[in-house]
């Protein structure tokens, strides 16, 4: 079988999934795109020489009854409302992260979810499905280095665009390692606080308040002390290590491979300097799965609605901390036994 999709927000990495979908993941068929801004699309298609239909708003895309499933690329504030749309439109959706900004847009997403009465929808968090990470949650859930006491985490950037604001380092950056070490650990976050260091004078943001680096400390139900370094303007490359440190031993996400190369007195090797390579792998296998599932007839099994929601109440009481300077709670809603099943 082979499923129609639509991809709404065709921005960094919509380009980079409309690529992906059209020419390296089998079971779907891309047949239509959409961004507001006038041209975006349209140019993408031709970049890619890709004649698909190009919408001007993503209920159009929704409406068209071709598309079976909505892919949403769209920017951090428009996800809620897209993902809602489609559920309502009984359409699977593969939202990329975050779901949504804050825990109540979360809700209505779960909300439309859970009216359709199955799972349609899986949250793009594609470290679950990385190598390294995969490894690691193997290692911890075979007890090969015991039980697992802290962890020390840096999720570094080369450098951000120029809108980026101290909060989209929780929501948009450090929400990755939120729900990555939530699915390793098996465990759930009990309260967080962020410290800022002192800061660096090479960060560049448009009204000049970015507050670069972070640094994340997140407590776990089951005594687990996680900190995270967030430094979104590093300068020195895309730099993503997880160290867990266990009672019989200390286990390391690997870098991506690199040839070392030995010359002029020096060893040197390559370090990555965006996302799209250093992901890219778990990128196609999250959507190969999904897909894989789907034609299958079976629900995905990826990050869901209430991974989602999980991840905003973290985020929220981070932002709370960047603003209080306090250690903050993590409150939030029972599960609904529909994310149980
Ligand atoms: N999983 C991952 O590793 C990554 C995830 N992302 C996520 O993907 C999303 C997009 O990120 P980027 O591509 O970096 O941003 P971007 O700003 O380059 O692209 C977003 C696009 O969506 C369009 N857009 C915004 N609102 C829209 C609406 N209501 N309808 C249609 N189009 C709309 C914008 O015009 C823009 O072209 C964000 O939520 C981000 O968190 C981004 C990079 C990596
Ligand atoms: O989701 C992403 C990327 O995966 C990067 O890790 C982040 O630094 C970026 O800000 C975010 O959009």
């Given at each position: 079988m082979t499923l129609k999709a639509g991809i709404v927000g065709i921005g960094f990495i919509g380009v980079d999934h409309l690529k992906r979908l059209a020419n390296s993941i089998s079971g779907v068929e891309v047949v239509a795109v959409c961004d507001n801004v006038p041209g975006k699309a349209q140019k993408a298609l031709d970049d890619l020489d890709l004649k698909l239909k190009d919408y001007d708003h993503f209920q159009k895309l929704i409406d068209d009854p071709e598309v079976e499933v909505v892919v949403i690329t769209a920017s951090n504030e428009a996800h809620a409302d897209i993902a809602v749309a489609a559920l309502e439109a009984d359409k699977y959706v593969f939202c990329e992260k975050p779901l949504a900004l804050n825990a109540d847009d979360c809700q209505r997403v779960m909300e439309a979810e859970q009216k359709t009465g199955k799972k349609m929808l899986q949250v793009g968090f594609m470290r679950r499905y990385d190598a390294g990470y995969k490894r690691l949650k193997e290692v911890v859930d075979n007890g090969e280095i015991g039980e697992p006491l802290m962890l020390h985490c840096r999720h570094y950037n080369q450098?951000?665009?120029?809108?980026?604001?101290?909060?989209?380092?929780i929501y948009e950056t450090l929400i990755h390692e939120i729900d990555v070490l939530h699915w390793l650990l098996d465990d759930d976050y009990?309260?967080?606080k962020v410290y800022f260091p002192r800061q660096s004078s090479l960060v560049k943001s448009d009204d000049g308040r970015l507050k670069d680096p972070q640094v994340i400390v997140m407590e776990t139900t089951k005594g687990i002390n996680i900190v995270v370094e967030v430094f979104v303007n590093c300068q020195y490359g895309y730099d993503i290590n997880c160290d867990?440190?266990?009672?019989t031993g200390l286990a390391q996400l690997p870098n991506p491979a690199s040839v070392s190369i030995r010359k002029d007195a020096k060893n040197s090797t390559d370090i990555l300097v965006d996302w799209k390579e250093r992901f890219e792998e778990a990128y196609d296998v999250e959507f190969q799965d999904f897909f894989d599932r789907l034609n299958n007839n079976e629900d995905p099994t990826g990050p869901t609605s209430w991974d989602g929601y999980l991840a905003a109440i973290t985020a929220d009481a981070c932002v709370k901390s960047q603003v209080s300077g306090k250690t903050e709670?993590?409150?939030g809603a029972k599960k609904p036994e529909f994310y149980n099943a």
């Open positions: 450098s951000q665009v120029a809108d980026y604001k101290t909060a989209r380092a009990e309260q967080v867990i440190t266990g009672e709670l993590v409150k």
